[in-house]
């Protein structure tokens, strides 16, 4: 074994394995912390700017098509509803009272003549 000199720190063995300095790993961890938080920025400016507006386009269309799909369905209603009135067997036996009041009076507002 050497003799150490009193006095002097010994210099350190090269044949030992390299340990990374603290030092180094903490500015590597930070670094990394730094890249993961301007990541997360991009994405949170890419939500605002482009998919939060997309998201709201396409609920408006939505709604725009469910208010249609509503109406169309009203629509439906009631042509099945005037359906069944006017094959019911009460306006098929009244059909000759309305002719004569028709040939009276006229037709009234949205009749057919």
Do not use: Y
Not at 28 to 35: K, M
Not at 47 to 56: G, H, Q, S, T, W
Request: positive net charge; glycine residues 4%; proline residues 7%.
């Amino acid at each position: 074994m050497l003799a150490t000199i009193p006095g002097r720190v010994p210099a350190p063995r090269t044949d030992a394995p390299e340990t990374p300095d603290v030092l180094d790993l903490l500015l590597r961890h930070e670094h990394e912390i730094g890249r993961l938080l301007s990541a997360i920025d991009d994405h949170e400016r890419k939500l605002a700017v482009e998919l939060r507006p997309m998201l709201a386009a396409r609920r408006d269309e939505i709604d725009g098509a469910q208010r249609r799909l509503a109406s169309i369905r009203n629509q439906q209603d009631t042509a099945a509803r005037l359906e069944a009135v006017t094959s019911s067997w009460i306006w098929r036996a009244t059909a000759p009272l309305r002719w004569v009041s028709n040939r009276l009076t006229g037709p009234q507002k949205g009749e057919r003549r």
